[in-house]
Antibody
Framework: QVQLVQSGAEVKKPGASVKVSCKAS????????FHWVRQAPGQGLEWMGW????????HYAQKFQGWVTLTRDTSIGTAYMELNRLKSDDTAIYYC????????????????WGQGTLVTVSS | QSALTQPASVSGSPGQSITISCSGT?????????VSWYQQHPGEAPKLIIY???NRPSGVSNRFSGSKSDNTASLTISGVQAEDEADYYC??????????FGGGTKLTVL
């Protein structure tokens, strides 16, 4: 059974960085792309970017380029999202999600999601 | 402002059919058959209910169906039930942005 388990809630001050983890189990970690999606309180979903866990290759939404870093550790089957220079409007739930397509054939829809990590940015 | 436009809310009585629209452009919805729909109950992560315009993942009720015409995709829920009350999001592959979402539609079952 595919399972994505994310790290716990974080409270950060403006200007700080946060790193959220997403541990995968139940399938071959390097076989599927990971996406990151965020949702501000009471708002819709916003796609941030994706990582190929096999090669480490990444692609970011234009808004997040230079500001978000996606990485992975294949030895422990975990993907990471690091967001820098936090602002109050970065307060959101951050989700990791697995692309249904296999490596080399991404589908850009997400069949498994983590439970979400609430990041609160407040002075 | 979301790249895809959805109505903020729809409502229906149990047993009725409801349709949620998702309006895009020729660079996303109109260009690819990669439209998907997600259901999100309060406090939960989104759940994939439709992919590639009109395909359902295993385990998703056949009351959910999808379609697309030109730059607009639609989600139809036939025989809406109380458990269907949730937020619904469309998404599409985009030539420019890779993946874009709609702003979400709140379904209220009367």
């Amino acid at each position: 059974q595919v399972q994505l388990v994310q790290s716990g809630a974080e409270v950060k001050k403006p200007g700080a960085s946060v790193k959220v983890s997403c541990k995968a189990s139940g399938y071959i970690f390097t076989g599927y792309y990971f996406h990151w999606v965020r949702q501000a309180p009471g708002q819709g979903l916003e796609w941030m970017g994706w990582i190929n866990p096999s090669s480490g290759g990444t692609h970011y939404a234009q808004k997040f380029q230079g500001w978000v870093t996606l990485t992975r550790d294949t030895s422990i089957g975990t993907a990471y999202m690091e967001l820098n220079r936090l602002k109050s409007d970065d307060t959101a739930i951050y989700y990791c999600a697995r692309d249904q397509g296999v490596i080399g054939q991404p589908k850009f829809y997400f069949d498994s999601w983590g439970q979400g990590t609430l990041v609160t940015v407040s002075s | 402002q979301s790249a895809l436009t959805q109505p903020a809310s729809v409502s229906g009585s149990p047993g009725q059919s409801i349709t949620i629209s998702c309006s895009g452009t020729s660079t996303n919805v109109g260009a690819y058959n990669s439209v998907s729909w997600y259901q999100q109950h309060p406090g939960e992560a989104p759940k994939l209910i439709i992919y590639d315009v009109n395909n359902r993942p295993s385990g998703v009720s056949n009351r959910f169906s999808g379609s697309k015409s030109d730059n607009t995709a639609s989600l139809t829920i036939s025989g809406v039930q109380a458990e269907d009350e949730a937020d619904y999001y469309c998404s599409s592959y985009s030539r420019n942005s890779r993946e874009v979402f709609g702003g979400g539609t709140k379904l209220t079952v009367l």
